[in-house]
């Protein structure tokens, strides 16, 4: 279970075994100053664009929420591990 909720992403389509036919999974952590919230399910989603719009997605959800989000980055990782996008939370 994630620390902070994630938007959900068009349409669940699995095989019945809880993973999505063809699509990666990207991993999506938020690093504070002080503490570092991982990702450990990740969520299947069509390409790096998708992942980086998901991302965005993220970072404005939880802006807009009570969370304290001083000095936060979103990283967006791919299956490997590889941070393929950084979104800082100060900007717009």
Partial sequence: MRPFPLPTFGTNLNNGTGWELGMPRYYFTVDMPDHTYDDPDGEPLP?????????????????ESDF??????????????????SIPFWLP
Avoid: F, N, P, Q
């Avoid at 790096?48 to 939880?62: C, N, P, S, T």
């Avoid at 304290?68 to 996008?85: K, Q």
């Fill in 68 to 85: 304290e989000s001083a000095g936060a980055v979103l990283r967006v990782r791919d299956e490997s591990g590889l941070t393929i996008h």
């Fill in 47 to 63: 390409s790096d664009g998708a992942a980086k719009d998901y991302g965005r997605r993220v970072v404005r959800e939880l802006k």
